[in-house]
């Protein structure tokens, strides 16, 4: 399975945008978490959904801002950023979990991860 993100640029702040996550295969029956690093930082979790996208959760610095989705018929998930903070700035990967809910969203519990894409918000 391959994860290829996309949608990333620079904004100021204030500003929005969608990145899509395109998977090369089924990742139907998994979860997919969207994670943010910033040079000297862990790699955080920011976003996840589950399988069936009942449940999202959210980081506390994104909730109300960002919103996950996915369409499974184009195996590809999505995270729409809206009101964009100098701080959202950072390289945004997605990741396969090996469950299908999101009470794991450790970086160990990801089979698989995209090369990331840059977001910067200039301000």
């Known amino acids: 399975l391959q994860l290829v993100e996309s949608g990333g640029g620079s904004v100021p702040p204030g500003g929005s945008l969608r990145l899509s996550c395109a998977a090369s295969d089924l990742m139907d029956y998994y979860a997919v978490v969207w994670f943010r690093q910033v040079p000297g930082k862990e790699r955080e979790a920011v976003s996840c959904?589950?399988?069936?996208?009942?449940?999202?959760t959210y980081a506390d610095s994104v909730k109300g801002r960002f919103a996950i989705s996915r369409d499974n018929a184009k195996q590809t998930a999505y995270l729409q950023m809206n009101h964009l903070k100098p701080e959202d700035t950072g390289v945004y990967y997605c990741?396969?979990?090996?469950?299908?809910?999101?009470?794991?969203?450790?970086?160990?519990?990801?089979?698989?991860w995209g090369k990331g894409t840059l977001v910067t918000v200039f301000s």
């Open positions: 990741a396969r979990s090996d469950y299908s809910m999101c009470h794991d969203q450790k970086i160990n519990s990801m089979t698989y």
């Open positions: 959904i589950s399988s069936g996208s009942l449940v999202t």
